[in-house]
């Protein structure tokens, strides 16, 4: 029972450096997300697809850049990392208006 | 702008209490309101409530929605440690889904 599956769990970045999180879900889920989550606080939505093809911002897009080319994987690309990009950053699926289901989250450190 | 208020933001109580977590919502497009549980790593499905008045139950865990006031609430009876963790309250509408800033829960033997 993979479910959503993120690469990698950890990573530290310097300042300027980009890098790209990988995302893959395999419940065949036409939504997926990206969240970021800072310490004590709520998940803030960075992109979102309702299927291949089709992304859309979310409460927090600048800096990120986010693909789906296929079903299966959304993954999330920072350009020209930043101090306020450490986070832990969580992807999600889930069938249309319903439950998301949450990878294990990666977390990251810009220094 | 969309806002989802969690109350308390953190709570410490004793193995056997009762707690009741709040959440207020103020959003356009309403679909629906869930519930998570996040320990360490990824937030875990607890409820999703559509309507308005009908509680859900799992175990010691309830939990009900008012679409009137526009607010939720989740109760966990006889507290356990294991129930130590952060609940999140998340509110659904169209294809977007806005979090709150979690409740933590500390539960101590």
């Known amino acids: ?111 | 702008e969309d806002k989802v208020v969690q109350s308390p933001l953190s709570l410490v109580v004793h193995e056997g209490d009762t707690v009741t977590l709040n959440c207020s919502y103020e959003v356009t497009n309403f679909r629906s309101l869930l519930w998570y549980k996040q320990e360490k790593k990824a937030p875990t499905f607890l409820f999703m409530l559509t309507s308005s008045g009908i509680e859900k139950k799992s175990g010691r865990l309830s939990s009900i929605l008012d679409k009137k006031e526009l607010f939720s609430i989740l109760n966990i009876t006889a507290t356990q440690t294991g129930d130590s963790a952060v609940y999140l309250c998340a509110e659904y509408n169209n294809n977007d889904m806005r979090f709150g800033a979690g409740t933590r829960l500390t539960v101590k033997p």
């Open chain 1, 1 to 111: 029972n993979a479910g959503v599956t993120q690469t990698p769990k950890f990573r530290i970045l310097k300042i300027g450096q980009s890098m790209t999180l990988q995302c893959t879900q395999d419940m065949n889920h036409n939504y997926m997300y990206w969240y970021r989550q800072d310490p004590g606080m709520g998940l803030k939505l960075i992109y979102y697809s309702v299927g291949a093809g089709i992304t859309d911002k979310g409460e927090v897009p600048n800096g990120y850049n986010v693909s789906r080319s296929t079903t299966e994987d959304f993954p999330l690309r920072l350009e020209l990392a930043a101090p306020s990009q450490t986070s832990v950053y969580f992807c999600a699926s889930s069938r249309p208006r319903n439950i998301q289901y949450f990878g294990a989250g990666t977390r990251l450190s810009v220094l």
